[in-house]
């Protein structure tokens, strides 16, 4: 598969649909997670961003969660913004379209004015995201039966 993709912010009902495809595949249908704990009241009002192949094809996605639906999530800082639901399908996995969709999250955080970007990871990527400047801070917790960390990073 080629390398070639691009990110962008899902802005069309098209494009949350191959964001919502995404998710189904990777998580609902790889993972086991039901699909009613998958979508969420949250899916309204994210930003959410999505990867697509060089002929259009979907490749991944993810969300950020801004004001007090991420203040819910991170302990109630409303300057720091959310990231979840990074999804990679897995034929796309080892290209950097999930790095590319962490970066583009922290875009959308950065031009919303956000001091960090709070996450919940799956503890077999916290390698992933420590690469990516994140720091896990907490204890172990479960999430949709997976083992998860919270973790942070600080924007500049």
């Known amino acids: 598969m080629s390398r070639a993709h691009v990110v962008r912010v899902a802005d069309t009902d098209a494009d949350r649909q191959a964001c919502f495809a995404v998710r189904r595949q990777v998580f609902v249908t790889e993972q086991g997670v039901p699909e009613e704990l998958e979508y969420d009241a ?3 009002e994210a930003v959410h961003v999505l990867a697509l192949r060089e002929d259009g094809e979907p490749l991944g996605t993810g969300r950020l969660l801004t004001g007090a639906a991420a203040a819910a999530k991170n302990g ?3 300057d720091v ?3 979840g639901r990074l999804a990679v399908l897995k034929t796309a996995r080892g290209l950097g ?3 590319a969709l962490v970066r583009a ?7 919303r004015g956000l001091a960090a970007v709070d996450l919940h990871a799956q503890t077999h990527a916290l390698g992933f995201y420590e690469r990516l ?3 896990a801070y907490g204890p172990e ?3 949709a039966g997976m083992p998860h960390r ?3 990073k600080q924007l500049g």
């Open 42 to 44: 949250y899916d309204t």
């Open 97 to 99: 379209v999930g790095a």
């Open 133 to 135: 400047g994140y720091v």
């Open 105 to 111: 999250v922290e875009e959308a955080a950065r031009a």
């Open 76 to 78: 109630g800082a409303m």
């Open 81 to 83: 913004g959310a990231l």
């Open 141 to 143: 917790f479960p999430d």
């Open 150 to 152: 919270a973790m942070r």
